[in-house]
Each structure stands twice: as structure tokens, then as C-alpha cells.
């Protein structure tokens, strides 16, 4: 599976941003799509994730309320839809792939098989 994600850049606090994950070379429809974060100096940081069923998803508590992760299976192709970004999310966002992810590591980077580049986000104030 090969993982192409975009729509990082630089946004003010408050404002919006939409990142994408093209997938290829597998079903995609068969496939667990999550976001991780990374800051220098730190580990790899669960984000979210959508099951391929297209309707569970798992959120980190600090992006609840603010951030949705969808899937377009007609399009190959996960997002992430920031809203009310804040400073503290800025990072490097790596979207990820799997399957058939156990509920109990499905927030662990090891548990995901595909990495995409990795796109930057930086938040204003």
C-alpha cells in the first residue's frame, strides 16, 4: 500500500484545515485509516482513526470536538478535517494504514503496517 498524504501548511488558531491520505495498491475499502502527529523530540502521537466499515472512529481526547477523520472509498482517500486548530497541534501528521487493527492497539503505531510521508501542519496564535 503505498500512502500519499497532503493539505498540510500554516493556519492561524481558530481557523480550518483539511488533510488528505490517497491510498493505492491495495483495497482500500478493506482498510483500518488513521492520523498520527510527531514533534521533534517526541514519540509518534495517535490522532485518530476510521475503521474500514466507514462509521467507527477513535479520537484522542485532546482533538475531540474540534478534528473528524472521514473516508471516501469511492476516492481511495482518508481526511482529516481540522476545525479550531490551536499552537499545540502543530506537528509533522503521518496518516497510516492497517488491517483489521485490534481495538486494543489501535492507537499504537505499531499496530499500522503503511506510513505516508508525513505532512506539515503549523498552528498560529
Known amino acids: 500500500v503505498q500512502l500519499q498524504a497532503s493539505g498540510g501548511g500554516s493556519v492561524q488558531s481558530g481557523g480550518s484545515l483539511r488533510l488528505s491520505c490517497a491510498a493505492s495498491?491495495?483495497?482500500?475499502?478493506?482498510?483500518?485509516m488513521g492520523w498520527f502527529r510527531q514533534v521533534p523530540g517526541k514519540e509518534r502521537e495517535f490522532v485518530a482513526v476510521?475503521?474500514?466499515?466507514?462509521?467507527?472512529?477513535y479520537r484522542t481526547n485532546s482533538v475531540r470536538g474540534r478534528f473528524t477523520i472521514s473516508r471516501d472509498n469511492a476516492k481511495n482517500t482518508a481526511y482529516l478535517q481540522m476545525n479550531g486548530p490551536k499552537p499545540e497541534d502543530t506537528a509533522v501528521y503521518y496518516c497510516?494504514?492497517?488491517?483489521?487493527?485490534?481495538?486494543?492497539?489501535?492507537?499504537?503505531?505499531?499496530?499500522?503496517?503503511?506510513w505516508g510521508q508525513g505532512t506539515l501542519v503549523t498552528v498560529s496564535s
Open positions: 497510516a494504514a492497517g488491517e483489521g487493527i485490534e481495538v486494543t492497539t489501535i492507537r499504537f503505531s505499531r499496530a499500522y503496517n503503511y
Open positions: 495498491g491495495r483495497t482500500f475499502s478493506g482498510l483500518d
Open positions: 476510521i475503521r474500514r466499515n466507514g462509521h467507527t472512529t
